[in-house]
């Protein structure tokens, strides 16, 4: 066997959570997957997007391995970011917007995070924390559910989107973490529970198995995504499961803000 066909055999049995999103684009690519206030993907279009996100990540030097902190309310460019990370083989942080600076600077200088992605209500906390001894290199500015405009002097979500839309060429294992989420520290300084990508899509397929979830289900996302709730007991399953095209969703979307 040459060693072209055996490294794309090898690729072909990866399964990570980026590769969810992949698959299920490929199934049913003109399904709506998200919508957030004005914005709405096909899976299709997310797909090609996070690729993009992904490659522009790589260009600004996040490498695998690294630790990419988000500090935002729920959005369209968070749940993009976060299958984007897992695609390069980074691992995402999502943190409490509730937290003053001093301790989103702990999480953030704990967890090693070289990056940091901000929505348009935190910049200034953002600022603040990440000035503090963190490891944090660059801001990203991610946009809103509410239409702004990005400050002066930091990278955006859109500038991003001028990268190429292929997969990024990084090969992931599933025993790979895929991030890191922090107790709230009620009690003590917050703790990073490290995961897998194979257990945080065991978590999904339990979630969808116990909860009843459908591929005709429409999903709200109420609560924040900075929580493992959110991220992956909704988020996660819904890109999953992906309604399919002869579904009564048909005409509805996976994924809502409204």
């Given at each position: 066997?040459?060693?072209?066909?055996?490294?794309?055999?090898?690729r072909?049995?990866?399964?990570?959570?980026?590769?969810?999103?992949?698959?299920?684009?490929?199934?049913?690519?003109g399904?709506?997957?998200?919508?957030?206030?004005?914005?709405?993907?096909?899976?299709?279009?997310?797909?090609?997007?996070?690729?993009?996100?992904?490659?522009?990540?790589?260009?600004?030097?996040?490498?695998?391995?690294?630790?990419?902190?988000?500090?935002?309310?729920?959005?369209h460019?968070?749940?993009?970011?976060r299958?984007?990370v897992?695609?390069?083989g980074?691992?995402?942080?999502?943190i409490?917007?509730?937290?003053?600076?001093?301790?989103?600077?702990?999480?953030l200088?704990?967890?090693?995070?070289?990056?940091?992605?901000?929505?348009?209500?935190?910049?200034?906390?953002?600022?603040?924390a990440?000035?503090?001894?963190?490891?944090?290199?660059?801001?990203?500015?991610?946009?809103g559910?509410?239409?702004a405009?990005?400050?002066?002097g930091?990278?955006?979500?859109?500038?991003?989107?001028?990268?190429?839309?292929?997969?990024?060429?990084v090969s992931?294992?599933?025993?790979?973490?895929?991030?890191?989420?922090?107790?709230?520290?009620?009690?003590?300084?917050?703790?990073?529970?490290?995961?897998?990508?194979?257990?945080?899509?065991?978590q999904?397929?339990?979630?969808?198995?116990?909860?009843?979830?459908?591929?005709?289900?429409?999903?709200?996302?109420?609560?924040?995504?900075?929580?493992?709730?959110q991220?992956?007991?909704?988020?996660?399953?819904?890109i999953?499961?992906?309604p399919?095209?002869?579904?009564?969703?048909?005409?509805?979307p996976?994924?809502?803000?409204?």
């Amino acid at each position: 066997m040459s060693d072209n066909i055996a490294a794309t055999i090898q690729r072909a049995r990866e399964h990570s959570i980026g590769d969810l999103l992949r698959r299920s684009a490929k199934r049913y690519p003109g399904k709506t997957a998200l919508i957030c206030g004005e914005v709405s993907w096909t899976f299709a279009e997310m797909d090609a997007i996070c690729n993009r996100v992904g490659r522009g990540l790589l260009g600004l030097g996040v490498a695998k391995g690294d630790r990419v902190a988000v500090l935002s309310r729920n959005s369209h460019g968070f749940a993009a970011l976060r299958f984007a990370v897992a695609r390069i083989g980074a691992i995402l942080v999502p943190i409490n917007f509730m937290l003053n600076p001093d301790e989103i600077n702990f999480i953030l200088a704990n967890s090693g995070a070289k990056l940091l992605a901000v929505g348009p209500d935190f910049v200034e906390t953002a600022h603040a924390a990440a000035a503090k001894g963190s490891a944090v290199e660059t801001l990203i500015w991610l946009p809103g559910e509410d239409p702004a405009t990005a400050p002066d002097g930091i990278t955006t979500f859109d500038s991003l989107l001028h990268s190429d839309a292929s997969a990024p060429d990084v090969s992931i294992d599933s025993h790979d973490p895929a991030q890191i989420i922090y107790t709230s520290g009620t009690e003590s300084l917050p703790k990073g529970a490290i995961l897998t990508h194979e257990a945080v899509m065991w978590q999904y397929v339990s979630c969808i198995i116990d909860g009843g979830m459908a591929s005709d289900d429409t999903v709200l996302h109420a609560l924040p995504l900075y929580h493992c709730a959110q991220l992956d007991v909704f988020l996660g399953p819904a890109i999953y499961l992906a309604p399919p095209a002869s579904s009564p969703a048909s005409r509805c979307p996976t994924m809502s803000w409204r």
